[in-house]
């Protein structure tokens, strides 16, 4: 056991890659402690798309993006909005976003993103092998739809990083897109599907599977605020909360959004930000329409997901940082479209989401060990891609507290690379 040479493994962060990463620690013997104040799972891990992408590489800057950004901001239905009063706080990580969006940088960064993408899927059901739980994780692929030849075309660029990273899709004409989902409507004529992709039907279910395998495996969940450190040789010796001090060996970063501050104390000062996600939830008794997997609208860029309490729209990003009140206007727009995108989608919305995904400029997570202090590991800032990459970094991360070779180059996703 490895833990035999430890010491207690402090990580902070309850969301879906603290929790993966504190089952997978302790499936390997360490004594580990997870600390959140809020509900295990019930952040931003809750309302995602619910996709485990093979597929995850494109950057969410790619060439061109900033010619565009003006007009999306001028558009009530456009995938992006800021909230001006955040806009001088969030021109520095901006302009960092902005510069990574040229081909070069984009395409080193999905060479780099490429080997997370390839074990994301497996990861995940190497857990739920461990633990049950598999019937969360449904192989049904992804699913992105075109209306036509020109908006197809504009996705050149994405299939050739896909192509790169060694990223499988099949494009599909309207005969075959109509066989693969016969429920969407038939102005859509074009499509890309990703068959290795996965769903997890009720990401928040995912999450608690995670938690209750290693809460029955002796872990413990406190259920406190992590505020500060008190240092020693090696780096952090205490966790200072909102109630009190809690003595450890090793700290795993791990708490999405919130954190920056604690990074910072860390000797990580990263240019850690939010976009902010949102959901709507149509009733729907997964039989009409028919939609058998997560499915990316072209234009107003949002996803359907066929979930197990229903069909749940995400769509958009809105810089606006973590102190704003949620703005659900936008995606209330898209209500409409969605019902035309889905004909026959007559459930009434009986929820209304906004989540804080955890952002970095270059669209790469910070996963790996500190450089400053021995016993701290990051895993944080996985953006758009939390749910899929949570697995991954927890093993990755025990890999490292265990002394094992790399399996994926962690030197594009250290802390210092800012």
Same mark, same amino acid.
């Given at each position: ?31 580990? *402690? ?31 993006? /900033? ?25 520095? /990580? ?7 969006? %040229? ?27 461990? *633990?049950? %739980? ?20 504009? $996705?050149?660029?994405? &299939? ?28 859509? *004529? ?54 009190? &001090? ?99 989608? $007559? ?5 209304? /989401? ?65």
């Amino acid at each position: 056991m490895q833990g035999s040479e430890g010491g207690e493994i402090a990580v902070i962060g309850a969301g879906i890659v603290g929790v993966a990463t504190a089952l997978t620690l302790k499936l390997e013997g360490w004594p580990v *402690t997870l600390y959140d104040p809020r509900d295990p799972g019930s952040g931003t891990s809750f309302g995602n798309a619910g996709s485990i992408s093979a597929a995850g590489v494109v950057p969410v800057a790619v060439p061109g993006l /900033w010619k565009r950004v003006p007009g999306m901001l001028l558009d009530p239905r456009s995938p992006l909005s800021i909230r001006w009063r955040h806009l001088p706080r969030l021109t520095p /990580w901006l302009v960092r976003f902005l510069r990574a969006g %040229g081909a070069e940088n984009a395409k080193r960064i999905a060479g780099e993103l490429a080997p997370l993408a390839h074990i994301a899927v497996d990861s995940h059901r190497e857990l739920l092998r461990q *633990t049950g %739980g598999m019937e969360i994780v449904k192989p049904v692929g992804w699913l992105k739809i075109y209306r036509d030849g020109t908006d197809y075309a504009a $996705t050149a660029f994405e &299939r050739e990083l896909s192509d790169m990273a060694g990223i499988r899709y099949e494009a599909l004409g309207a005969d075959e897109l109509r066989q693969l989902e016969p429920g969407l409507s038939r102005e859509f *004529t074009r499509a890309l599907f990703y068959p290795d992709t996965a769903l997890a039907s009720t990401p928040f279910a995912l999450t608690r599977t995670y938690l209750e395998a290693f809460l029955a495996r002796g872990g413990r969940l406190v259920r406190e605020e992590v505020r500060g450190f008190e240092m020693g040789p090696r780096g952090p010796s205490q966790m200072v909360t909102d109630q009190g &001090r809690h003595m450890c060996k090793r700290v795993v970063l791990a708490a999405g959004a919130f954190s920056g501050p604690l990074a910072r104390q860390l000797g990580a000062p990263v240019p850690l930000d939010t976009e902010r996600g949102y959901h709507l939830n149509f009733q729907w008794d997964g039989q009409t329409p028919t939609l058998q997997r997560p499915t990316l609208v072209s234009g107003p860029q949002f996803v359907l997901c066929p979930m197990s309490d229903g069909l749940r729209l995400t769509g958009g990003v809105e810089l606006g940082g973590l102190e704003a009140p949620p703005d659900f206007r936008r995606i209330r727009r898209l209500a409409a479209v969605a019902r035309q995108v889905l004909p026959g989608l $007559t459930g009434e919305i009986d929820r209304e /989401w906004m989540g804080y995904r955890p952002s970095l400029p270059d669209s790469k997570p910070v996963i790996g060990r500190s450089e400053r202090h021995p016993n701290v590991w990051f895993g944080f800032g996985h953006g758009h891609l939390g749910l899929t990459y949570s697995a991954a970094t927890g093993r990755l991360i025990a890999d490292g507290m265990a002394g094992r070779a790399e399996s994926v180059p962690l030197a594009p996703f250290r802390a210092e690379r800012f």
